[in-house]
């Protein structure tokens, strides 16, 4: 049993704890809400891989490892060195943040004081983490359809009751196992080989076999550990300054991490001057940063504490679902009948939660 944190929490979970009903309904408000904020990212994948190619797109040709494939052609991707590569994924996640921190500041500065020790603790650690599987998963996403990385980021779903049970000896019981066991199943049918889905911007060929995939399963655990601290932390913190130090944590990380790798290869006039006038890259930082940074990670923050690791992960396989529906709106993707089933196996696993009844749970304190 979790202890009660002696931090601020947030005044809405408050609220829902108050109801005669409280458990089963902060339940299924919080899987709704995290239902929401996986459409939210189901919206990034897509929209990330776009963000990106318009940025390489604004590379000069001396830039560009290869000039067969040079970065300007209809549906190719330039073969970038592996430092520049890393350093354009890292500055875009830093460029995002930056700007998700200043918005998120403004919308939220009246709460933005006196800090706790778990607030400044815990946003550290889940930016680090959050940071860290970004990094990754953008690079995975090089090489691999955004559906394909949205499975395998859903693997969380088996990492997540593991830690749950083993290293934190926190039950979980087998109505959870059973809508775990539901949506594996989804995430291995949507993970099955489907070339029929491929359109635009198709995969880059990887230097070593399977390595997008391999990234993005790296990109799972550290997701894992991000939705671990948030299940930890978010008992104990105000929701809203737990995220702006999440948010200042990944901006500064990436930026960091963005100069050593790609340096004046990224930030020199000819670059940034093509982005600044690029409108595809505009629309897709904004939307990515408004939507799957500001607002999804909020409600992620707040809701995600009523709900255990195991069951919140469950929720969270929606969002390859999402992905593909997204992918196949960008028309990046074709929808065939494997993503159908796998999505409505998925969506079944997250109903069984939904309707789960919930275990009591300690809520976080107001004031």
């Given at each position: ?7 601020h ?6 609220a829902l704890a108050?109801?005669?009903d409280a458990?089963?309904?902060a339940?299924r408000?919080a ?9 939210l990212w189901?919206?990034?994948?897509p929209t ?11 590379l ?7 000039t067969?494939?040079p970065p ?6 330039p ?5 520049l590569?890393?350093g ?6 830093g460029?995002?943040?930056t700007l998700a921190t200043l918005?998120y500041w403004?919308l939220t500065?009246?709460?933005q004081?006196?800090?706790s ?13 959050f940071?860290?599987g ?6 995975g996403l ?5 559906s394909?990385?949205?499975f ?5 779903v088996v990492?997540?009751p ?6 934190f000896?926190r039950h979980v ?9 539901v949506?594996i ?6 993970s099955l080989?489907?070339?029929d889905?491929?359109?635009a911007?198709?995969p880059?060929n990887p230097?070593?076999p399977?390595?997008?995939?391999a990234l993005?399963i ?6 894992t550990?991000?939705i671990?601290?948030v299940?930890?932390y978010?008992r104990?913190?105000?929701a ?25 290869g990224?930030?020199?006039?000819h670059?940034l001057?093509g982005?600044?006038t ?10 990515l ?5 500001v607002?999804a990670l909020?409600?992620?923050n ?6 255990a690791?195991?069951k ?5 396989c929606l ?6 529906l997204?992918s196949?709106l960008f028309?990046?993707?074709r929808?065939t009948?494997?993503?159908?089933l ?5 969506l079944a696993a997250v109903?069984l939660?939904a309707?789960q ?11």
């Open positions: 049993m979790r202890r009660r944190g002696n931090g929490g947030s005044s809405s979970m408050t108050t109801n005669a458990p089963a309904q339940t408000r899987v709704a809400l995290l239902a929401f904020c996986c459409l189901g919206y990034s994948f990330m891989k776009v963000a990106i190619a318009a940025f390489e797109h604004n000069p040709a001396a830039a560009v490892g290869r067969d494939n300007h052609a209809d549906g190719q991707r073969i970038l060195p592996p430092s590569e890393g354009i994924n890292a500055t875009f996640n460029w995002r943040f918005l403004l500065r009246a709460r004081r006196g800090h020790r778990a607030e400044l603790r815990g946003g550290f650690m889940i930016g680090a983490f940071s860290a970004m990094f990754v998963q953008i690079a090089r090489y691999t359809l955004p394909i990385s949205g395998l980021t859903a693997l969380a990492f997540a593991l830690a749950q049970a083993f290293l000896r019981g087998l109505y959870t196992w059973l809508a775990i066991a949506a199943a989804g995430i291995v049918i949507l080989p489907n070339p889905a491929v359109r911007l198709p880059v230097p070593i399977y390595l997008g995939e993005t790296l990109g799972a655990v550290l997701f550990c991000q671990l601290c299940d930890h978010g104990q913190a105000d809203t300054r737990l995220t702006l130090v999440m948010f200042a944590t990944t901006a500064l990380l990436s930026l960091a991490l963005g100069a050593v790798l790609g340096g004046s990224i930030y020199n006039g670059v001057s982005v600044a690029d409108h595809t890259f505009h629309w897709s930082l904004l939307t940063v408004a939507f799957t940074s607002l909020h409600l992620m707040l809701y995600q504490p009523f709900i690791p195991a919140a992960c469950v929720v969270y969002e390859p679902v999402f992905a593909t997204f196949v028309q990046t993707e929808l009948a494997a993503t159908v796998g999505g409505a196996v998925i109903l939660v309707r009844q919930p275990a009591a749970l300690p809520l976080p304190r107001d004031g």
